[in-house]
């Protein structure tokens, strides 16, 4: 009985010694073919004051999930826990054992099990159905391990990065990530400016005016918030950003200018059918090799077909000068060449010019995202994991669900101790 019984612990992986296999069986149930040990959890002593001089009361038959190497053939342990008298101190109490918790028919095992399936991208209905379990056990699971992804209010990273992205109910959340080492510092509920000022508030002075930047992206509303909290912050602007917004402007003011000409025109097809290449570097445009294009019956080369449409619009010629000459400064990182992009007199069409404003209004700003080795382009990254995230749940209807779940995508918790993590 006695190798029996070390030839199962060693194939469960169990070491607790009080535990004592006696038998192994297959059944049927709910048309599963189950694979069942029956074990006794033996009591060595009294939990209240350490006597041996113990009297049995019985046994509580308890059928523990434990996880299966086949998912078509769930486990059960079928285990026997003793009940004992105390003839030392009068007390009674029932034997109890690592593998399992207290009024708990899933083992520690599933559980960390379980928790290991949390941190990839997975649904929870897929994770219950492996570990033969209903999908109210893995979100238990997920919410006992909520606690450890407290905050502390005594020290900030010195750069930081905020954002917001879409979650529960599709209202719109606000996240700050360290932007050094990439790891997120909060998400809060909402992203008005009065929760975040709060929240931020709550960090001692030290903490606040240890913040050296703070990424954003154009959504100007997180910059009141930036001075309000942070008193020695700079704050930078994301260069994707500031990008995406002048070759947006530049888009507008091709399409308008292509709308003026007739849709069997040569400048027409110029213009709408090869847009790709009028945001592209000037350097990178194919100036040797010409192409036949059915849409304007010629072989022209890739410059050779910027160049041409261009020259339908001088609007259009100085917003393109000035889009290459804001490229060719950012790869240089030159402030001085950004301030003469900015503070240029040509017509480069009302949308562009109001692109052109903004980036004046918040010069500092701007030359801070050119010069400086910082951008949020770490938390866009992020949110794109958030994103799949709730695109795999198809959508949380619990905040703290969805909290757990992007805490959990860090993979901070595999640092953890086991015990920790399923404590209550």
Known sequence: MSSFNNYIKFALDIKDQNIVFEDYFFRLANGYKQKVYQAVLLQPSCPF???????????LKTEIRYPAANASQPVIIRLFKQRVWCRTCNKRSMAQSDLVGKYCCISQHSKLKILSALTEDRSMTSIARENNVSVNTVQRVLGSCSHQFSSSYDYLPEHLAFDEFKGVDRTLHFICLDADKHEVVQIL??????????????????????????????NFYYQDIVRACFPKAEIVLDRFHMVQMLTRSFNSL????????????REYKLLKSPWKLYLKKYQALDKIHPHYNWHYKDNLTQEQIVNEGIACSTELTNAYNLLQAFYDALAAKDPLAIKEVIHAKEEVGWQ??????????????VINGITLNYSNGCLEGFNRKIKQIERTAFGYANFHNLLTRIRLAENKVKEKEPSSLLAA
Request: charged share 25%.
């Open 49 to 59: 004051c350490g006597s041996q001089e113990l009297r049995h009361n019985g046994r």
């Open 189 to 218: 509920r909402t992203r008005y400016k009065k929760a975040i000022i709060a929240y931020f508030k709550k960090f001692s002075p030290a903490a606040l005016q240890g913040v050296k930047t703070v990424s954003l992206d154009l």
């Open 254 to 265: 091709r399409v308008q200018v292509m709308k003026k000409f007739k849709k069997i025109s």
């Open 352 to 365: 562009m010019h109001q692109t052109l404003l903004t980036f004046k209004h918040n010069l500092k700003a």
